[in-house]
């Protein structure tokens, strides 16, 4: 074959390779490229994947760390508050306990001036003088021990920590509550206490001193002074629903008008007049007896009086001694 016919023929097979190219490409892509396609497509999906779990994840954290910080915030907040209203109790009784501290003072003074003049103008004492500066000694021990336990519950209710949670002798919490009251109640109402026989509670003698202090100062001061013998604040506890332990603090007072019960535990809503409250009293209570468990509710008939609902969990080892109980009966 002649150079020229070689020539040719290479031409015509070039040709034919450039159209079944042409071919082929108008046909659509072939399997190489839809293999690599199928292997391509899932890397990029993954890729996407992962960014937007990433995306998603740094949000969470910023949203747990914003929540965190709330949460602390929040805290804070919340035993500020139970401070304060303890330094708002404790400001509103201070006139009283002044009272209840000048009178055992006064007659401590006065008996010991007398004990240090008998001493002074007697070398010797008859039998008779010397059991009266035994009993004014006596007396002068009563009263100063009497200034020691108001010093103590003073202390124990301006704690501004609390000393950790476990059984409450509940009657004792609302004794201690009643004498520091007491100043209040004294020209307005009878004060009834029937707090015996029931089981201690799970709780801080502390915060729920807080809790019936509030209630009685709040049922003395919807009394009117000048009728004492005429009207009634009673503190009941009893048994509740199983495990629980009921307190009731009712008054005869002025009660509560309808449009303010709802609002009656919002934190700073009083009806009291400008200067005389500040609205914090029940909203701590309620938040203390919450945080312990428990629950707080009032009713309330305005010209008849109000009764404040307490229910408390008891303590736990006397839950299981009450079930074990019941169960041998």
Not at 31 to 58: H, M
Not at 106 to 124: D, M, T, V
Not at 147 to 164: H, K, M, P, W
Not at 306 to 321: C, D
Request: hydrophobic content about 40%.
């Amino acid at each position: 074959m002649t150079l020229r016919a070689k020539v040719g023929r290479l031409a015509v097979m070039t040709r034919r390779r450039g159209t079944l190219r042409q071919a082929f490409e108008r046909l659509g892509p072939g399997p190489g490229a839809k293999l690599r396609c199928a292997v391509e497509t899932p890397c990029a999906d993954n890729r996407l994947l992962e960014e937007t779990v990433r995306e998603r994840t740094a949000a969470l954290e910023a949203a747990n760390a914003k929540l965190s910080s709330s949460l602390e915030q929040l805290h804070a907040t919340q035993t500020q508050l139970l401070f304060a209203d303890r330094l708002i109790a404790l400001g509103r009784i201070a006139a009283g306990v002044g009272h209840e501290i000048n009178n055992p003072l006064a007659f401590i003074l006065s008996n010991l001036e007398y004990i240090h003049q008998e001493l002074q103008q007697k070398e010797r004492l008859s039998e008779q003088d010397r059991q009266e500066i035994l009993e004014a000694l006596a007396e002068t021990r009563d009263g100063a021990e009497r200034i020691r336990l108001i010093v103590r519950d003073l202390q124990t209710l301006s704690r501004a920590e609390d000393v950790g949670s476990g059984p409450a002798e509940l009657a004792a919490v609302v004794r201690t509550a009643a004498k520091m009251a007491m100043h209040e109640l004294r020209h307005r109402a009878r004060l009834v206490v029937e707090c015996e026989g029931v089981p201690p509670v799970q709780g801080n003698g502390s915060r729920l001193g807080q809790v019936f202090l509030n209630l009685l100062l709040n049922a003395a001061q919807s009394i009117s002074p000048g009728n004492a013998e005429g009207n009634e604040v009673r503190v009941v506890a009893r048994p509740g629903e199983p495990g629980h332990v009921l307190v009731e603090v009712r008054d005869t007072g002025c009660g509560i008008a309808p449009e303010h019960r709802e609002r009656i535990f919002d934190p700073f809503f009083t009806t009291k007049p400008l200067g005389v409250g500040t609205g914090l009293g029940l909203a701590v209570c309620h938040g203390i007896v919450t945080s312990l468990g428990g629950t707080l509710t009032m009713e309330s008939t305005p010209g008849r009086g109000s009764v404040f609902r307490v229910i408390l969990p008891v303590a736990g080892a006397f839950v299981q001694a009450q079930r074990s109980q019941a169960d041998w009966t």
